[in-house]
């Protein structure tokens, strides 16, 4: 089935060039049949060679199937080749069969939008990168996927052109993450002049004869690939991005705010595990930087009453989870989360969508309200997002991926109480926020109508994805529980297994500890914005509370912070430098010779005396330097 | 003897064009095009005809060679050979030579001929630099490349165009005149070693020069390629030509005059200085940096549409500068991409800023907005190479800095390190660029027509040509391999500790 | 005067017999269209008497003359340029308040004085061309009596002339008091031996340098050039720009051969000096000059200035460098000013720039030649002005004179600003339809312009294939 | 009897009517008075002429002397010629009110 692999990204690819080219001039019907037709053709094809890779799994552990060579010279020779193993197995599923429901759901979404085919053009081109990026084999090739899906983000976020603030905030995710790309190409070269090749493979077997561990240049290349990862998954120096990425529409926001790109991040730092296991500092941060975004963002997502940004601020929260799970060496644990994530924040995502396209673009949580019974499909999913959200014990699959990740914390071998501490309390949080936007937007008096009640093709996808957020949970149970490792048996061909400390034992207790945090969550949540609302009202008087607020309101002031150290001084120092001062050297040579030819000018008087004193002059001159020399 | 017979076409083509364009308007266009295209299709068959010869990795890497007396009291012949990086620029000319003829298709109304005299004279000039071997004889087409490009400035340019012809004149004709004086200074030197009086390449090569003298020797040379590949002290010129010369003269301006600077150091200023180029490496590198950094950020600030471009063309000169003095064979072939790529995308920029200027009267980005409303195939291009001058993979542009970066890297981390952080400048500029014009509020005023069927096909040709380079340049890197390789026996030592 | 030293002076006796010869058919009133004809024939049959000369060169005709092949090279340059400036003032002086009959008399007499200082070799006969020449020039400068500035240029020109005459024969009597002899080739004797030169005599030689320095119009004598040539008719200031000068720096040479001046620190120190100044200060006095004649009036300036970088290293190369400069200077300096002559009408002259206003549009043949004249005296490839250049400073930088080659390169930039700001106008504005009705006289404006389009071919094909005028310079030689 | 007058002698005399001659000339506003003292710088020269001649015992300063003379005539004869039609024009011989062409 080797030779099958180059059609999962050409699908999608094809959709792009024959929408971009001919888009304009098709009917709806045809655009739409297309652009979602190629990506679920994309999917089945993926289903396809997943189960041949599953059932007779090849011996080297992976496919490869080289396109042409890209370029060749002196000694660097890339090549376009897909490699195919269990992990990029994992991400193209996610990424395709996610992907295929996210087109059906815009089929109807986006119906009414006068640049339909633009927009199916661009979600192409989107799942091409990002499978482009998840099937390299080298690091270049994996860089054009990389830089792809964040031109696909850019194009996508500022979809709807007429405002400019959206294309402000489609500049800003670009060249925040541009950022980290650029760290990222630095590692690249590091690693070039390291290991004299890019190929992921053979650096992943040389990386540790090369450096012994704790190397200072395993730091450096795993603290710039860590740069990039950050960016691409907006985690902490670099988490401003994604809240305004909402800007987009909302499928945009599930596939690849949600599901895809953001978690890109993650696969790098995964692919690339040796290079981090050979630096331990540098799995310290990761762990770290994974532990204070989750808090961060908690906090933001509680404050924030745009719908969208909730779950904006959630997701950037989900992935401080998994890079926790990475920082801690639990590999397989973060890439199981990120597969559960995927799957119930494409679903909240959607779910919001449909609530929002109900009542007329309200996106403002506070104007919601008493859609329980207005739109029951949606609520019930949404429901079983958040439930999968706050991780509730055994019916949803988020408290298998997220308790495993718990449970590392502690006692993995690298982990600590403080790690844990903070994941614990990032736990509670998740459940407060979620259960305040539920009750928000679901429960209380109604406060806008609803216009238009979703339609099927809305509803099928949210059904599929609220199916597996319940269902998928169930291939990795936690040891106590029957401890099936369906999931991480087949992860180990490619990633390593957790190291457990020594003493790691108790898991149980850990367990009620999670779930008691969940429901104590849940129950605070209730009392503060069902019960007792005027309770709020209270909290919000007094000052304190209300200058927290608003800090927490701005994303702990990161953006505020961005904007007056980098932003404003370079703005002033190119406006100031408008009309290049170097051009003024060059003005002032004119000006001095005019300025010369001005005073010559002077001397041709019309004088005959003036001339006849001129040479007369000239002549002393000349003879005064003869006598002279 | 396709080499004279180039030169000759497109001279004779410009002559036609003159005296034909007295009594008939639309003669000279086609004219002036059937040149470019016959020579251009000459050039295509000689490349597929050597293209299996440079393959074998025969050293000798000079295709082609002509030679005949001119001034033989003073040992000048009319000297012109090609090899690969040659024949590789001259068909770069000729094909930007048809995309200028055919974006000035409906630009250009009143004084036709001269006009397509000039334009098919610049090219001669070019073509000749690239192909001149007798110092002599490349000063004589460097200076001949000016005369017209000063006219078509001057002439056909938009409101002070007399400053900006003046500028570029001035700019280019004091460098050159150095030039001119290190290349006698030379000549004479060689005299003195040898006692035989010529200005042939080859025999100048070997000429053995104190150190002192060779310095100021190589600063003449450096200073004229300097200019005309606007390094940053010398850049202030660029600018103005640009936002003033008509679409067809900053295209040439962009896509061919600039490279003409980079030709020269790899041609003259490396194989006839080389020790002094390696000790003056690091500055030329800085310099180079400089110019990614400070190209960037005055890019940024500008709100004429067209010098924006320029400058984002100052900033992508600086990679060619720093991959140039990095003395390794990926940053020369990566400087070679990078010449070809950024006449493509910065072409295709130009041309767009031009037929902006046709339909809005105005060169202005905060007067425009919206417009991809009305011209959506516009939109799309101009993202295209909007991504192209950032350096997106899958473009040809990455290709090139990437290598550039890439041989740089190695042998000067932190200089590449600071060039890198010039990447983001560029996605800055890039952004507004497209978000000033296309994005925001729709404007209420006249619908404004998308591409016409000539534009649609200068722009696909452009966007198949940076698609092609970006995904498969291995017949531009094969094509450059043996002059680069002749670049390895002036620098071993730096060409040998590859990784 | 025996047979060969008839001979050998055949076309100086041709141009004065000539003078005497149209001086004659005016008294017998002969009408103007016969003079200008006899005038042309004269002048053509001097110019071909040059080529019968027999070969036994240098032929010295004790004491005053001596003919040898780089005098036979310069009279036939002179000779050449005022074939040209003659058949250029047919056109200029139809409809002129003046009858021009005496002009070409003055004419005849003025080439004479040049021709006589191309071949002199002594004291006197140096004083005698001169001034055979400078006499004549105040007559022809101030032609139209009745309009001020001819009058004005008249007398500025006769009282200057006069003075610097002075200067050179006072330091002629130094000379002759320290050496005992007036003739060239017997002083290389007198000085062969010594290493440096006697106060005296070097004092003596400042002095013929004032006078030699104002015929060449170098920097500090050079005040007066502007205004004599904006004042005088245009052939006489294109006479003035080329002959006068051509005919003065021959001597020149021929004399500091003879002493063998380059020797001597103090004489380059003081060539060096004025070589710079004039270059920088002839550039820059012209830089935003609105009346065009007398831009090129400083124009002249500087490539006096040129001319001087090629003649001070004194090697091989510069003798021919500067002869090869002073041919190019001639036919194009002939050629901007034919274009003046012929574009000027009755009253006034085409003076202000203004008027050059999209000349291109209006007369392309015409505009075509001023461009390539204008190009030619900036130095830029294709005209003979680049190989004039390129050989200049392949003579300075020969011997190591890097200032010199320096500063004629960065002077010579500020010459492309003026030189392009005329171009610049010839191309901007609108073609206005009414072009001027047909000159009075299309016969004579069509010579005039054939002349000019065979200079500026001559200039073009000098510009492509030089080696055709190197070698015929290689042949003529000083030996 | 030859008195010995010392050839310095006259040397300084020819000098001094010289520098007196080029005074003349800056000073005097008058043009007729100019070409006069023009005319007295060329007989300074004359003169030291005559004096080379007579040093060396040689014609020559003399034959120069008559050829100076000649040309002093004929540069006078054109002057007053010009003299005369600047009268007719500007009524006054003031060499200051001829400055039209400048610049």
Not at chain 1, 177 to 191: L, P, Q, S
Not at chain 2, 111 to 129: K, T
Not at chain 3, 177 to 188: D, E, I, K, P
Request: aromatic share 14%; net charge neutral; hydrophobic share 55%.
């Amino acid at each position: 089935m080797e030779h099958l692999l180059w059609l999962i990204p050409a699908c999608p690819l094809a959709g792009f060039l024959i929408l971009t080219l001919t888009g304009k001039s098709m009917p709806p019907a045809w655009v739409a049949i297309i652009g979602a037709g190629m990506v679920s053709l994309s999917a089945i094809f993926t289903i396809i060679i997943g189960i041949d890779f599953l059932t007779f799994p090849p011996a080297s552990g992976h496919h490869s199937q080289t396109l042409w060579t890209w370029m060749e010279v002196a000694d660097f020779h890339p090549k376009i080749t897909l490699y195919l193993d269990a992990l990029s197995l994992v991400f193209i599923f996610v990424i395709t069969f996610i992907g295929a429901l996210i087109h059906l759901y815009s089929v109807a979404f986006m119906a009414f939008d006068k640049d339909y085919s633009r927009f199916f053009a661009c979600m192409n081109l989107f799942v091409f990168s990002m499978l482009l990026l998840v099937l390299a084999d080298n690091l270049l090739l994996l860089y054009l996927g990389w830089e792809g899906v964040g031109l696909c983000s850019y194009l996508l976020i500022g979809f709807w052109y007429e405002h400019s603030e959206n294309g402000y905030a489609a500049r800003k995710a670009f060249i925040i993450t541009r950022i980290g790309d650029t760290a990222m190409a630095i590692g690249i070269f590091v690693i070039f002049y390291q290991f004299g090749t890019l190929l992921i493979p053979d650096i992943l077997a040389k990386a540790p004869s090369l450096w012994h561990p704790g190397a200072s240049m395993a730091t450096i290349t795993a603290l710039l690939l860590l740069a990039g990862g950050l960016g691409k998954s907006a985690q902490l120096p670099f988490q401003t991005w994604l809240p305004d990425a909402m800007a987009g529409p909302s499928p945009v926001s599930a596939l690849i705010h949600a599901a895809t790109m953001v978690t890109a991040g993650v696969y790098l730092i995964a692919r690339m595990h040796v290079i981090f296991e050979l630096s331990p500092t540098v799995q310290l941060i990761v762990a770290g930087i994974g532990a204070a975004t989750l808090f961060i963002a908690g906090f933001s997502a509680l404050t924030q009453y745009d719908l969208k940004r909730v779950l904006a601020y959630s997701t950037i929260s989900q992935i401080g989870y998994m890079f926790l799970a990475l920082g801690l060496g639990a590999w397989t644990a973060a890439i199981f989360h990120f597969m559960i994530h995927a799957f119930f924040k494409a679903l909240l995502f959607l779910a919001a969508g449909a609530v929002i396209d109900a009542l007329n673009h309200e996106h403002n949580m506070s104007k919601m309200g008493g859609l329980k019974n207005k739109l029951p499909v949606v609520f019930w999913t949404f429901v079983i997002g958040s439930a999968s959200l706050i991780a509730l014990p055994l019916i949803s699959s988020g408290f298998y991926s997220k308790d495993q990740i718990l449970w590392f914390a502690w006692a993995s071998k690298n982990g600590n109480p403080l790690l844990w501490l903070i994941a614990f309390l990032g736990a509670f949080i998740t459940a407060l926020y979620t259960t305040r936007m539920v009750i928000l937007t679901f429960w209380g008096a109604t406060k806008t109508e609803v216009q238009r009640l979703p339609g099927k093709l809305i509803t099928i996808p949210l059904i599929i994805l609220a199916f597996f957020t319940i269902c998928a949970g169930f291939i990795e149970l936690p040891h106590n529980f029957g401890s099936l490792t369906l999931f991480s048996d087949f992860l180990h061909q490619v990633l390593p297994e957790t190291v457990l400390k020594s003493t790691a034992n108790g898991e149980f207790s850990f367990q009620l500890l999670a779930a008691l945090a969940t429901f104590g969550g849940i129950y605070t949540a209730y009392i503060l914005w069902h019960k007792q609302p005027e309770r709020i009202e209270k909290l919000k008087r007094n000052e304190a509370v209300l200058l927290l607020y608003s800090f927490w309101h701005a994303g702990w002031g990161f953006d505020q912070l961005y904007k007056t150290v980098i932003v404003r001084p370079v703005v002033f120092l190119a406006n100031i430098n408008k009309n290049d001062v170097v051009d003024k050297i060059y003005q002032g040579i004119t000006l001095v010779s005019i300025g010369l030819y001005r005073c010559l000018s002077f001397t041709q008087s019309g004088s005959l005396r003036w001339y006849i004193m001129g040479l007369v002059v000239g002549a002393i001159i000349i003879l005064g330097i003869q006598i002279i020399l | 003897m396709i080499l004279i017979w180039l030169i000759g076409l497109l001279m004779g083509g410009g002559l036609l064009a003159f005296l034909v364009g007295q009594w008939n308007k639309t003669l000279p266009r086609w004219i002036s095009l059937y040149t470019l295209i016959i020579g251009f299709i000459a050039l295509i068959s000689f490349w597929v005809e050597h293209y299996a010869a440079i393959n074998i990795g025969s050293t000798d890497s000079w295709m082609i060679d002509f030679q005949q007396d001119w001034i033989p009291s003073f040992g000048i012949s009319f000297h012109l050979a090609i090899d690969g990086l040659s024949l590789l620029l001259l068909m770069l000319t000729f094909f930007l030579g048809i995309l200028a003829v055919l974006c000035s298709w409906k630009e250009i109304t009143e004084h036709l001929g001269f006009y397509h005299f000039n334009l098919l004279w610049i090219l001669a000039g070019i073509s000749g630099v690239f192909m001149a071997m007798d110092l002599f004889l490349f000063y004589f087409f460097w200076e001949i490349m000016l005369i017209p490009m000063y006219f078509l400035i001057g002439i056909w340019g938009s409101k002070n165009r007399e400053y900006a012809a003046y500028k570029f004149f001035i700019f280019t004709q004091v460098s050159g005149l150095l030039m001119f004086i290190s290349i006698l200074a030379l000549y004479f030197i060689h005299a003195q070693n040898t006692g035989r009086y010529t200005f042939n390449y080859f025999e100048l090569l070997g000429t053995v020069i104190a150190p002192q003298t060779a310095f100021w020797l190589m600063m003449g040379f450096m200073i004229a390629f300097a200019v005309k590949l606007p390094v940053v002290p010398f850049h202030s010129w660029l600018p103005d030509a640009h936002s003033e010369a008509p679409t067809a003269g900053s295209l040439i301006l962009a896509g061919l005059l600039l490279k003409t600077g980079a030709y020269g150091i790899l041609r003259f200023v490396l194989p006839l200085f080389p020790e002094i180029a390696k000790t003056y490496a690091p500055c030329a590198m800085l310099l180079g940096v400089i110019g990614i950094i400070y190209g960037a950020i005055l890019a940024f600030s500008q709100t004429d549409l067209k010098r924006l471009i320029a400058y984002t063309s100052v900033s992508h000169m600086g990679f060619v500068i720093l991959g140039i003095f990095a003395f390794n064979e990926l940053a020369f072939q990566g400087v070679v991409m990078q010449l070809l790529t950024h006449a493509i995308s910065t072409g295709a920029l130009f041309i767009m800023a031009g037929m902006l200027k046709e339909r809005l009267h105005t060169r202005e980005i905060d007067e425009m907005g919206g417009l991809w409303f009305q011209m959506p195939k516009m939109g799309a291009i101009a993202v295209l190479f909007a991504m192209a001058s950032l350096g997106l993979p899958g473009l040809g542009n990455f290709v090139a800095e990437f290598l550039i970066l890439l041989g740089a890297f190695k042998s000067n981390m932190w200089l590449t390190v600071l060039a890198t952080i010039g990447l983001i400048f560029s996605a800055i500029y890039s952004l507004r660029m497209i978000q000033k014009v296309f994005h925001g509020p729709i404007p209420a005023s006249a619908p404004f027509s998308d591409f016409s069927w000539r534009e649609v096909f200068i722009m696909a040709v452009l966007t198949i040509s940076i698609i092609w380079l970006g995904l498969y340049p291995q017949p531009i890197i094969n094509t450059a391999r043996p002059m680069i390789k002749q670049m390895e026996q002036l620098f071993p030592t730096e060409f040998k500790n590859q990784p | 005067m025996i047979a060969n030293d008839l001979s050998a002076l055949m076309p100086l006796l041709l141009l004065a017999g000539s003078a005497v010869l149209i001086m004659l058919l005016i008294a017998i009133k002969f009408n103007h269209r016969s003079i200008q004809i006899s005038s042309l024939l004269l002048f053509v049959i001097s110019f071909l008497s040059i080529f019968q000369l027999q070969k036994p060169l240098p032929y010295f005709i004790e004491p005053l003359f001596v003919i040898d092949d780089f005098s036979i090279f310069m009279i036939g340059l002179i000779i050449f340029s005022s074939l040209v400036v003659n058949i250029i003032s047919y056109l200029y002086f139809e409809g002129k308040e003046e009858s021009p009959k005496e002009y070409y008399v003055l004419l005849f007499l003025c080439t004479l004085g040049g021709c006589v200082l191309a071949v002199s070799n002594h004291f006197i006969s140096l004083f005698l061309g001169l001034e055979v020449l400078t006499v004549g020039l105040y007559a022809l400068i101030a032609y139209f009596r009745a309009r001020h500035h001819n009058i004005e240029a008249g007398i500025k020109y006769l009282i200057l002339a006069a003075f610097s005459s002075a200067f050179l024969l006072f330091g002629m009597a130094l000379m002759y008091f320290q050496l005992g002899t007036m003739n060239f080739s017997a002083m290389t004797g007198k000085l062969g031996t010594i290493s440096s030169l006697p106060p005296l005599f070097l004092t003596g030689f400042g002095l013929m340098l004032i006078g030699i320095g104002f015929k060449l119009a170098v920097v500090p004598f050079h005040m007066w050039t502007a205004d004599v040539y904006q004042g005088a008719p245009t052939p006489v200031t294109s006479f003035i720009a080329t002959v006068s000068k051509g005919g003065v720096f021959a001597v020149l040479i021929r004399f500091f051969i003879a002493i063998d001046g380059f020797r001597f620190h103090a004489l380059m120190v003081v060539f060096v000096v004025i070589a710079i100044a004039s270059m920088v200060i002839g550039n820059l006095l012209a830089l935003q000059q609105k009346n065009v004649k007398r831009l090129l009036a400083y124009s002249s300036i500087a490539h006096l200035g040129y001319l001087l970088v090629a003649f001070i290293p004194g090697n091989a190369m510069s003798i021919p460098a500067v002869s090869f400069y002073l041919a190019v200077y001639f036919v194009t300096t002939l050629t901007a000013f034919g274009i003046l002559t012929i574009l000027s009408s009755k009253e006034n002259d085409m003076e202000n720039i203004n008027n050059f206003k999209a000349l291109f549009w209006d007369h392309p043949v015409l505009a075509c030649i001023f461009s390539t004249a204008l190009l030619s005296l900036a130095g830029i490839p294709l005209t003979a002005g680049f190989i004039g250049k390129f050989y200049i400073l392949a003579s300075g930088l020969q011997t190591g004179f890097w200032v010199l080659a320096l500063v004629l390169i960065l002077s010579s930039v500020y010459g492309l600003y003026y030189y392009l700001r005329i171009i610049n106008t010839l191309f901007s504005g609108q073609q206005n339809p009414a072009s001027q009705e047909k000159t009075v006289r299309p016969v004579f404006y069509l010579i005039s312009s054939i002349v000019l389009s065979f200079l500026t071919l001559l200039i073009l094909w000098i510009g492509i294939y030089p080696s055709g005028l190197m070698q015929l310079i290689e042949h003529f030689q000083i030996r | 009897m030859k008195t010995e007058i010392s050839m310095e002698m006259i040397l300084l005399l020819a000098a001094l009517l010289f520098v007196m001659g080029i005074a003349g000339v800056i000073i005097r506003k008058n043009i007729i008075f100019m070409l006069l003292s023009i005319e007295v710088m060329l007989n300074a020269s004359g003169l030291a002429f005559v004096a080379a001649g007579s040093h060396w015992g040689q014609p020559d300063g003399q034959v120069m002397f008559v050829f100076i003379l000649a040309m002093a005539a004929a540069e006078v004869s054109v002057g007053l010629a010009l003299i005369l039609q600047i009268y007719h024009q500007h009524k006054s011989l003031d060499i200051d009110n001829l400055k039209e062409m400048k610049g």
